[in-house]
């Protein structure tokens, strides 16, 4: 599975930012799709997931300005970020889960005035 990931940037406070992530490969068996972010000196954590299904799960601080969506026929995962402040800023990666993990390269979001 190879994951290809876009979107990232600068963008200030309050802003806005969509993040996208093809998946292409041996996609049959993926049943989660999910984003996690890397901030600077810290470890990786899950910002949100869905499953094939479109059951959605978020990291507490980013519910009501994230949403993370599905499109399953182009087999790609979007996350829209809003009201982006600068604890937003981190490396975001994609991921796919199906008997593993896998990861697509980062893309750097970066919410500064």
């Known amino acids: 599975v190879q994951l290809q990931a876009s979107g990232g940037g600068l963008v200030q406070p309050g802003g806005s930012l969509r993040l996208s992530c093809a998946a292409s490969g041996s996609i049959f068996g993926i049943v989660v799709m999910g984003w996690y972010r890397q901030a600077p000196g810290k470890q990786r954590e899950l910002v949100a997931t869905?499953?094939?299904?479109?059951?959605?799960n978020y990291k507490d601080s980013v519910k009501g300005r994230f949403t993370i969506s599905r499109d399953n026929a182009q087999n790609t995962v979007y996350l829209q970020m809003n009201s982006l402040g600068p604890e937003d800023t981190a490396v975001y990666f994609c991921?796919?889960?199906?008997?593993?993990?896998?990861w697509g390269k980062g893309t750097l979001v970066t919410v500064s005035s």
């Open positions: 869905i499953t094939k299904g479109g059951s959605t």
């Open positions: 991921n796919a889960r199906s008997y593993r993990d896998y």
